[in-house]
């Protein structure tokens, strides 16, 4: 993953979490038992497939879920400690370019906002 993570600007990698949550909320009601879950949702990434599975598959948990609603969780719980460590690299960022207010706004309300929605959207699972 930390591989994947130094391939991706943060805006990509959090463009493809939000792709992907989007698709396992529309699969969160379906009830399946089936341990490549995972597969099937990063199928339905479309040309991200790969980049997809990539990110799921080293995480045990979420390649042994065994229904969506638990995928969706693992995959939520997941978002949220990436985008909590990309926000705290961006406050990094502040100290070294103090003047930029591209990287405080996005180190601060951007990704306050983007944890907030990931934490909601969990909560609503």
């Not at 990539?54 to 948990?61: A, D, G, R, T, V």
């Not at 978002?79 to 996005?106: M, R, V, W």
């Amino acid at each position: 993953i930390q591989s994947l993570h130094n391939n991706m600007n943060p805006s990509t990698c959090l463009s493809l979490f939000l792709t992907i949550s989007l698709i396992f909320n529309s699969h969160a009601i379906t009830p399946k038992s089936n341990s490549n879950l995972y597969k099937n949702v990063c199928k339905d990434a479309g040309k991200d497939n790969q980049r997809c599975l990539k990110l799921l598959s080293p995480n045990p948990k979420i390649t042994s879920a065994k229904d969506y609603l638990t995928l969706s969780k693992l995959f939520l719980e997941m978002a949220i400690e990436k985008a909590t460590k990309g926000q705290d690299y961006l406050k990094t960022l502040i100290k070294e370019f103090p003047s930029s207010h591209a990287i405080k706004n996005c180190a601060t309300s951007d990704y306050d906002g983007l944890v907030m929605s990931f934490r909601s959207s969990l909560g609503e699972l």
